[in-house]
């Protein structure tokens, strides 16, 4: 199994989904956390597998100094697009992670890794490169798509030979990640070196709720849940993807 990187059957795939209420409540838990966690300064900040650039450009629009690096060239140019349309200015680089630890000579203060892992062939491979791109003191803010969640979502559906079989992964060619990550596991590969400080579920309830339910509530409405419900402690862990705000040991 290799990297997955998009191509442009993604490119257009990812803009749906930013445009409706799935792209809009990982935008506002994440945005919400890292406006909790972070310092009232200006930031240098990488945005690894930056994809479309959302989450940079919001940064970008508090003061940050941005770069983003990414694989796909039309997942840059819409990035780059982006930011041209809003009058913002950032650093753009195409080029997969394992290239970065050598074209970039300074670490930074907060690191992006969001939806990366879950596209690896091994993902652990990728946390000492984040280590060494983090400065010391500084924030790896780590979002990925939750084992868990796709389990349960299999589950409520009755896939019970998916289960029997621990066939979970997407196929190569589809948008379903091809490793989802067993938080677990993922925690105990970050004990000896980082330290989770806050931890978030993304789409704790929205994913689960049936298609006339969900097309009935009003999306302001289901934000404020999802925001006022990320950190339940029966709830976060049930969230499509999982944010964690890591600080180095």
Same mark, same amino acid.
């Given at each position: 199994?290799?990297?997955?990187? !998009?191509?442009?059957?993604?490119? $257009?795939?990812?803009?749906?989904?930013?445009? =409706?209420?799935?792209?809009?409540?990982?935008? =506002?838990?994440? &945005?919400?956390? %890292?406006?909790?966690? %972070?310092?009232?300064?200006?930031?240098?900040?990488?945005?690894? /597998?930056?994809?479309?650039?959302?989450?940079?450009?919001?940064?970008?629009?508090?003061?940050?100094?941005?770069?983003?690096?990414?694989?796909?060239?039309?997942?840059?140019?819409?990035?780059?697009?982006?930011?041209?349309?809003? =009058? &913002?200015?950032?650093?753009?680089?195409?080029?997969?992670?394992?290239?970065? /630890?050598?074209? *970039?000579?300074?670490?930074?203060?907060?690191?992006?890794?969001?939806?990366?892992?879950?596209?690896?062939?091994? #993902? &652990?491979?990728? *946390?000492?490169?984040?280590?060494?791109?983090?400065? +010391? /003191? =500084?924030?790896?803010? *780590?979002? !990925?798509?939750?084992?868990?969640?796709?389990?349960? $979502?299999?589950? %409520?559906?009755?896939? !019970?030979?998916?289960?029997?079989?621990?066939?979970?992964?997407?196929?190569?060619?589809?948008?379903? +990640?091809? $490793?989802?990550?067993? #938080?677990?596991?993922?925690?105990?590969?970050?004990?000896?070196?980082?330290?989770?400080?806050?931890?978030?579920?993304?789409?704790?309830?929205?994913?689960?709720?049936?298609?006339?339910?969900?097309?009935?509530?009003?999306?302001?409405?289901?934000?404020?849940?999802? *925001?006022?419900?990320?950190?339940?402690?029966? !709830?976060?862990?049930?969230? $499509?993807?999982?944010?964690?705000?890591?600080? #180095?040991?």
């Amino acid at each position: 199994m290799n990297d997955r990187h !998009f191509d442009e059957l993604a490119t $257009r795939f990812a803009e749906k989904i930013y445009g =409706g209420a799935k792209g809009a409540i990982r935008l =506002g838990v994440l &945005q919400a956390d %890292l406006s909790q966690a %972070l310092p009232q300064r200006p930031l240098r900040v990488l945005d690894i /597998g930056a994809g479309l650039g959302h989450m940079a450009l919001w940064l970008a629009e508090q003061g940050h100094d941005v770069t983003l690096a990414e694989p796909a060239a039309p997942m840059l140019d819409g990035a780059r697009q982006r930011f041209a349309d809003a =009058g &913002q200015r950032a650093t753009f680089i195409q080029a997969p992670w394992q290239a970065l /630890g050598e074209q *970039l000579a300074q670490p930074y203060d907060l690191v992006l890794c969001h939806a990366v892992l879950e596209w690896l062939a091994e #993902p &652990q491979d990728i *946390l000492p490169t984040l280590l060494r791109l983090t400065v +010391p /003191g =500084g924030w790896l803010s *780590l979002a !990925f798509y939750n084992r868990d969640a796709l389990v349960y $979502r299999n589950l %409520l559906k009755g896939h !019970f030979r998916k289960l029997r079989s621990n066939e979970l992964a997407g196929e190569k060619q589809s948008l379903t +990640p091809q $490793r989802p990550v067993d #938080p677990r596991q993922l925690r105990t590969q970050l004990e000896p070196h980082w330290q989770v400080e806050e931890e978030s579920g993304v789409r704790v309830f929205h994913d689960y709720m049936p298609r006339d339910f969900q097309a009935k509530a009003a999306l302001a409405d289901v934000l404020e849940m999802e *925001l006022a419900h990320r950190r339940h402690p029966a !709830f976060a862990g049930l969230g $499509r993807y999982l944010h964690w705000i890591c600080r #180095p040991r």
